[in-house]
């Protein structure tokens, strides 16, 4: 059984950090690549952040040089450190996994900006 499961959610300052981790399970981790999207209230959902099964990473211009993505294929988990949160970071970020044409979603973690 497939399963994409996140976590690492929370209420966090303006400024400050939050890391999370989407743990995999059922299928080859290290050939999929990763992607992490998030929904803000209505909003559609937006692609913020992506890995390769090499390694390469992409980020939304909205995001680039304060998230970062990272995989870990012993763990099967990918992660996303996020820093110098802002109020519009405020969604629910989903995990992703992709190869081919098989693609994964996990359930969802909210992350909540707000001073």
């Known amino acids: 059984q497939v399963q994409l499961v996140e976590s690492g959610e929370g209420l966090v300052q303006p400024g400050g950090s939050l890391r999370l981790s989407c743990a995999a399970s059922g299928f080859t981790f290290s050939n999929y690549a990763m992607r992490w999207y998030r929904q803000a209230p209505g909003k559609e959902r937006e692609l913020v952040a992506t890995?390769?099964?090499?390694?390469?990473?992409n980020y939304a211009d909205s995001v680039k040089g304060r998230f970062t993505i990272s995989r870990d294929n012993a763990k099967n988990t990918v992660y996303l450190q996020m820093n110098s949160l802002k109020p519009e970071d405020t969604a629910v970020y989903y995990c992703?996994?992709?190869?081919?044409?098989?693609?994964?979603w996990g359930q969802g973690t909210q992350v909540t900006v707000s001073s």
């Open positions: 992703y996994a992709l190869y081919g044409l098989v693609r994964y």
């Open positions: 890995i390769t099964s090499a390694g390469s990473t």
